[in-house]
């Protein structure tokens, strides 16, 4: 069955680096558009990068531009999300997905939290 197992999150100090990993199984990875969403404290969810099965055409959200990097091992069935400059509102939960339009497999979040 399709997994898809999140990790890296954590407690950091504003302006911090963390790289979250997202590592894949059930099906092959290297077919599909893979993506990360976050949901904030009380909010609802936010789309916030994905990249074509090949990882050479990415995407982002404005608001991490320049801050964050999408990649993916297919060798490896692991999707990353580098993320710099950590902000306090960068704080959420973080999920990986399978898929573009739709999405079909979510995995089960990681926690970042950005304060000083």
């Known amino acids: 069955q399709v997994q898809l197992v999140e990790s890296g999150g954590g407690l950091v100090q504003p302006g911090v680096s963390l790289r979250l990993s997202c590592a894949a199984s059930?099906?092959?990875?290297?077919?599909?558009?893979m993506n990360w969403v976050r949901q904030a404290p009380g909010k609802g969810l936010e789309w916030v990068s994905d990249?074509?099965?090949?990882?050479?055409?990415?995407y982002y959200v404005d608001s991490v531009k320049g801050r964050f990097t999408i990649s993916r091992d297919n060798a490896k069935n692991t999707l990353y999300l580098q993320m710099n400059s950590l902000k306090p509102e960068d704080t959420a939960v973080y999920y990986c997905?399978?898929?573009?339009?739709?999405?079909?497999?979510w995995g089960q979040g990681t926690q970042v939290t950005v304060s000083s």
């Open positions: 990249l074509n099965s090949g990882g050479g055409s990415t």
């Open positions: 059930g099906f092959t990875f290297s077919s599909y558009w």
């Open positions: 997905g399978r898929g573009r339009y739709p999405v079909d497999y």
